[in-house]
């Protein structure tokens, strides 16, 4: 079923915003599951958990994030796609059409990165079970490390920030040719490497001058979440232009600066 059949199916006394936000947030968080690029970074960041199960600080690097970030990567791809849809598709008439608005559309695709991030979350949970185990102590070159839950909880937000980002790049810049570029500027190459998605505060090998170190979990928490808010407003802001709005998107930025100041 399309998106555009739900709206016109809800009968007027149920079709309240909320109710068409949440119906289309369903639908488009199917795309993003489904969608070839999700599926194969899926597959990468499986295969990258498996290969580095060798009870060394690279396996605890890669279950702190850095294997998930591939996954942010693809759900970064399948979410500009979704966003760019009614522009690639040259469906901007039909859509002006619907009883529903473009911001709301654009809300129920950043609801729908919630169903990325939480496939996210049941993978790095498995996964964290499985090396560190219930007591929580992961023993790497003969030192036993007990890294914080607050790390983990990093990866739903990395794979989320990946995909409000893709949702604000489909909205603002709809070209398709700019996917697979900009994919690839957030997956390798300087910008990519100077973006610190993954922190690895309890590790002792890495010092304070690394790209890769934030600092403590909380403040890179608040630094993941100021990205997935500026990204949210500024998506929000190409059809809505509301002072909420804005301010969100405000908010994100004085988070990321916070974050990064104090982590």
Known sequence: MTAT????????????PRRIVTSLARIEALRIVRHPAFLLALLGTLYTLIQERGADMQQLWMLNGQAFVTLGVGTFLAAFLNASRVHRDQADELYAALPTSAGTRTGALLLSVLAAAGVAAVVAAVAWLLA?????????????????????????LIVAAFGTLGVAFGRWTPQPALAPLL????WVGPLAWSIPWVSMHTVPYLGSGSDWVVGPPGWHLLFLAGIIATASGLALLRDVRRA???????????????GLALG
């Open 5 to 16: 059949a739900v709206v016109l199916e809800l009968s007027p006394r149920i079709a309240t």
């Open 132 to 156: 560190v185990g219930s007591d929580g102590t992961i023993v790497i070159d003969y030192e036993a490390l007990s890294p914080s839950l607050l790390e983990p909880a990093q990866v739903p």
């Open 183 to 186: 994919t690839i500027a957030l």
């Open 244 to 258: 909420e709005v804005a301010a969100l998107a405000i908010g994100g930025v004085a988070a990321i600066v916070v």
